[in-house]
């Protein structure tokens, strides 16, 4: 098996820059994307995207923070309500969120 010809300038293959070359074509036909768009690997071969986890554990922590906040509301709601017991629907819910 040979092994793929790499561009020394982005270090990218031939396969990898053809695979880009169709997707601009792609968007471009949308007028998504100028003409002279490049992708910022191209440019630059030390490019490193953007993340944007941090941003989604965040949401999730208040999430699950609004969770459990909710879930606690609702037995203390049962409890200090005239029947002050528990019921099947409560259960499943704490199952639920305990999974």
Do not use: E
Request: hydrophobic share 50%; net charge positive.
């Amino acid at each position: 098996m040979s092994s793929p010809v790499l561009i020394p300038s982005t270090g990218q293959t031939v396969a990898d820059l053809t695979g880009l070359i169709g997707l601009l074509q792609l968007a471009g036909s949308r007028g998504a994307l100028p003409q002279n768009f490049q992708p910022p690997g191209l440019m630059d071969p030390h490019y490193v995207p953007p993340s944007r986890g941090q941003n989604f554990i965040i949401v999730q922590a208040m999430l699950i923070a609004c969770s459990i906040l909710f879930v606690i509301l609702r037995i203390w709601a049962r409890f200090s309500s005239r029947l002050g017991k528990l019921f099947l629907d409560d259960y499943v819910l704490v199952i639920a969120l305990v999974r």
